[in-house]
């Protein structure tokens, strides 16, 4: 996954791009463990479906510095 970040004048971005591989494998745990979500998800192709992914988190500024500066530190590397 890679990492990056922009700011606004009081909300910090940061977005992740997680390989499709583990959302895949996140999926069939999920399917797995939940019988509400196998349901949901049987009929869904998700090697066709699935092919990119993206999160972004938005955190406020006013939560304080060090709770927005713990995200720094993944700033443009991968993230486990």
């Known amino acids: 996954m890679r990492t ?6 009081t909300i910090i ?11 895949r494998t996140f999926l069939n ?3 797995e463990k939940n019988p509400k979500i ?3 998800l049987e009929d869904k192709d998700l090697l ?6 993206h999160v972004t988190h938005a955190h ?3 939560h304080g510095v060090a ?5 720094s530190v993944y700033l443009n590397r991968e993230v486990p």
């Open 4 to 9: 990056r970040s922009r700011k606004q004048p």
């Open 13 to 23: 971005f940061a977005a992740v791009t997680p390989l499709v591989a583990e959302i």
């Open 60 to 62: 406020k500024g006013s």
């Open 48 to 53: 066709r479906c699935v092919t990119k992914a």
């Open 67 to 71: 709770a927005v500066a713990n995200y």
């Open 38 to 40: 196998k349901g949901f």
């Open 29 to 31: 745990g999920l399917c």
